[in-house]
C-alpha cells in the first residue's frame, strides 16, 4: 500500500470525480484509475461505486478513508519534521478564527509568517468558538482564534488570553438613538434585534447581559456572520451588539456605548499535544511562546 495510492483515495472521495481527482493530483486518469483498482485488489474490497454519473464511496471506501487521510497527515507531519531539523519549516498550517476577531490583525501576521516561511501552505477557517475550540481537540485545526464570555475559558486546549472588550450597540444612522452618548440594556431590550445563532458563543455573551438585568428581548435575526448582521441593521431591521474594537471595520451603521455592557475575552488556543513546527513558528510570529498547559 503506497502513499501515492491514498493520495488518490482522499482526492477521488473530496472531488466525487475521477477526472477531477486526476487533474488535482497531476496525472493522467487511466494512472489515476490502474492504482486505484491495484489498491481495491490489494484490499479485497471495491472502495468506490462507479456510474457514468457519479462515483461515490462504498461502505469500505468510506471505512478506510479516515485512515488514509491520517497515513497521508502523519507522513506529511513527518516530513516537516525532518525539515525543521535543518532549520526548514515547511507542511501546512490550519488556522481557525471567528468573524470578529479584532485583538490581532490576522491578514498581517500571515503575511510576516508568509513571507518568513514561504514553504508552508495555508488554510483558514472561519467559524463560531466552540467548533474551533472542537476542531482544534481534533487535530483538524492548528491554531484558533476565539472570543468567549467572561464567565468562560477554553477547554482541553492551550489558551492565551489576547484582550479583553465590551460590547456595543449598533443601530442604522436613521435610527432614534443614533445620537445618543449611551443607552442601557433595559433601553434596548425593546427593539428588534439581529444577532448569531442562539448557543453560539457570540449569542450567550448578551443572552446572559439581558438575563442578569431581569430583561427579555426579540431577536428577530440569526445570522452566522457579524458583517452581514451590520448589513441587516443598516436597512432598519434591527439593532446588535458587537464588540467595540470589531465595529471600526464595519460601515454604514452607528455605535452607541452601552452603560451596562457585557464583556468578552479574545484568545488564541492550540492543542495540547505536539504542534506542527509551522503551528510552533505561526505562534512565535504573535510572540506566544508555546508552552504546553499541564492543568
Known sequence: ????????IVAVAETNSFTRAAERCLVVQSALSHQIARLERELGARLFDRTSRRVRLTPAGAA???????????????????????????????????PTVAAVDIPRALRDFRQRYPNVRISLRVGASDELVEQVREGAIEVAFLGLPTTAHPQGVNAHELARD????????????????????RRLSSEAFVDLPAGTAGRVQSDHAFAAAGLSRDVAFEVTTADFMARLVEQSLGVAMLPSAYV?????????????????????VWSRGSLTPAATAFLAILDIPAVLDTD
Open 64 to 98: 478506510f478513508l479516515p485512515a488514509a487521510r491520517q497515513c497521508l497527515d502523519a507522513a506529511e507531519r513527518a516530513a516537516a519534521e525532518v525539515a525543521a531539523a535543518v532549520g526548514e519549516v515547511r507542511g501546512r498550517l490550519a488556522v481557525g478564527l471567528i
Open 166 to 185: 465590551r460590547l456595543v450597540a449598533v443601530v442604522a444612522p436613521d435610527h432614534l438613538l443614533a445620537g445618543e452618548p449611551t443607552v442601557s440594556l
Open 1 to 8: 500500500m503506497e502513499l501515492q495510492q491514498m493520495r488518490y
Open 248 to 268: 471600526p471595520q464595519l460601515i454604514g451603521v452607528t455605535t452607541i456605548e452601552v452603560s451596562d455592557a457585557p464583556a468578552r475575552v479574545e484568545y488564541v
